[in-house]
């Protein structure tokens, strides 16, 4: 909400979760797994994509009290359990060293798995993911620290993060295949799982990802459940504005209505 008073745009994000808290009943019941998005945790840019490192320990403690916090492929496993909406995966976006630094400490020892989608360029460059400051990219040691525990699951998030749905499949290819090598190369692990930048289905993105994947997670979206696509796995993004109460609110029943206004603010027209 550029341009908008920082006031005004913290009233309107609240009015919609409000809103949004109160139509989710009109919707149905929310099925399936949860599969929260984070991205960069105690950053303090005041960005919709980080959460504060209390908050985000809060969250934390909530989930081990009330939901059971399983891997990627243990949720997929379980989709059809008729408990399945008490399974919770946590993915990490990017690779920011915020990550490691701020939210690996709790989840480790709490003993929570969780899938790190991992942008490679920065990583391998050491260059910010986006400029301005706190946004230093996680090491491939840092990376190395975590998969060592048995914890992490490994995913790609491409090697630029651009947004596949501007360009052409030869260059998806390109991008995805530098990606895997480096990230093969540098863990000896081969990436099974697949996150589209920015959670953007693209078309000529498509076979490039089913070819090279065993699945792929978008940014956003309807239940995951049986009828749920391996390629286009739909996730609940946890963001700044939700803090402790709304957080909360998403993984019981998703704030719906929220997420179908953010599509169409952002122009999103995929699955």
């Not at 919770?88 to 990017?94: C, E, N, P, Q, S």
Request: net charge negative.
């Amino acid at each position: 909400m550029a341009g908008i008073p920082k006031s005004f745009d913290r009233l309107a994000r609240q009015s919609v979760k409000a809103l949004a808290a109160a139509t989710d009943p009109l919707m149905g019941r929310l099925a399936g797994p949860r599969l929260l998005v984070y991205h960069q945790i105690g950053a303090g840019l005041g960005r919709e994509m980080e959460v504060p490192a209390a908050v985000f320990d809060r969250q934390m403690e909530w989930l081990v009290a009330n939901m059971s916090v399983v891997s990627l492929e243990e949720a997929w496993r379980r989709r059809a359990e008729p408990d399945a909406d008490r399974l919770a995966v946590l993915t990490f976006d990017d690779g920011y060293d915020d990550m490691y630094k701020a939210a690996y400490p709790t989840l480790e020892q709490a003993g929570l798995p969780f899938t790190l989608y991992l942008t490679t360029h920065p990583t391998e460059s050491g260059e910010p993911l986006f400029p301005g400051g706190k946004a230093d990219p996680i090491t491939w040691q840092q990376v190395e620290d975590m998969a060592g525990s048995d914890l992490m699951t490994l995913g790609a998030h491409t090697h630029r993060h651009p947004d596949l749905r501007d360009i052409e499949s030869g260059e998806i290819e390109r991008d995805l295949d530098r990606s895997n090598e480096l990230i093969e190369r540098r863990t000896g692990i081969s990436p099974k799982h697949f996150c589209y930048p920015y959670g953007f289905w693209a078309s000529q993105a498509d076979k490039p990802v089913r070819d090279r994947y065993q699945t792929a997670v978008l940014g956003s979206g309807p239940s995951f459940d049986i009828a749920t696509e391996p390629h286009l796995i739909p996730r609940v993004p946890i963001q700044l504005s939700d803090g402790f109460r709304w957080f909360i609110a998403k993984v019981r029943t998703g704030l719906r209505l929220e997420d179908r206004i953010r599509r169409r603010v952002k122009g999103y027209e995929g699955p």
